[in-house]
């Protein structure tokens, strides 16, 4: 089963 | 304070039509640099990036840095009110609890001013880091968006693959399958009608179509979108807004646990 990411997996607070 | 009156105003009806159905509520970023916003749909799957650059503006003025909290529903609602040739002026002041958007009919016959009240949001500002991608393929908007729309109709994911071959956009659902392959394509009439696909190794990522589509809103913006692939990130999903600057829409994807 494909899980979906959230963009905070990726992107951090700048 | 702030004041920006962009001439073509229709550019910035557009910009909210194709950011308002994604964010609710969202900070406008007021700099020297330009006019700008950052945001995560309420899932936090998908991020949008916009510009619109300080030179695009016939007159801009900004004296500091702030930030103005916008229902962009409310914001849409209000430029649906100026037409289409309508001169847009903006005003808002650092601390301000509401914007003016002033409408100017071409040949001045007709001036109106709508005042919104402004919110207070709490937002993170996420870095985005440079990256390499993997694969990057320039299409047609429309192509794009009318191939988002079709698979749609068979199934709720599509994976984006990038070979040799060309790019790959594939769907299934409970009634069938579905594959559209675009190939490389530069013998066309006019530059914006060409695929382009630069591919540094093959990649395939899934996505959810639901966003792809609600991405595809801000076609009427630019002939031509940009879709920049890398294992493991968030495809980059780039509309240029002409002389102005960029909306960026960052999809995270679906990962097999």
Redesign the interface.
């Known amino acids: 089963v494909n899980q979906q990411r959230q963009i905070t997996n990726f992107f951090s607070p700048s | 304070m702030l004041e920006l009156r962009l001439v073509q105003g229709s550019l910035l009806k557009k910009v909210l039509e194709s950011i308002k159905d994604l964010v609710n509520d969202a900070n406008f970023d007021c700099s020297a640099t330009g006019f700008s916003l950052q945001a995560?749909d309420s899932?936090?799957?998908?991020?949008v990036s916009l510009l619109l650059r300080s030179e695009g503006f016939e007159h801009y003025r900004c004296d500091k840095n702030f930030s103005m909290g916008m229902n962009l529903g409310n914001m849409s609602k209000m430029l649906k009110c100026a037409g289409n040739d309508d001169i847009i002026t903006i005003k808002g002041d650092d601390g301000g609890d509401t914007i003016t958007f002033m409408f100017e009919s071409p040949s001045q016959d007709k001036i109106a001013d709508f005042e919104m009240k402004l919110m207070d949001i709490d937002s993170?500002?996420?870095?985005?880091?440079e990256a390499e991608y993997h694969a990057i393929v320039r299409m047609p908007s429309a192509e794009f968006a009318r191939i988002c729309k079709d698979l749609s109709s068979i199934g709720d994911?599509v994976i984006i693959s990038v070979t040799k071959e060309g790019v790959k956009f594939s769907t299934k659902g409970d009634i069938g399958t579905a594959n559209i392959v675009c190939r490389q394509n530069t013998t066309v009439d006019k530059p914006e009608e060409a695929t382009i696909i630069e591919m540094q190794e093959p990649v395939s990522l899934?996505f959810?179509l639901r966003y792809m589509n609600s991405f595809t809103k801000a076609s009427p913006l630019s002939n031509t979108v940009t879709i920049s692939l890398s294992s493991e990130?968030?495809v980059v999903v780039e509309y240029k807004i002409a002389e102005m600057g960029y909306i960026r829409y960052?999809l995270?994807?679906?990962?097999?646990?």
């Open positions: 995560m899932s936090h799957v998908a991020l993170e500002h996420l870095g985005i880091p994911t899934t959810a990130l968030p960052y995270a994807p679906k990962i097999e646990d």
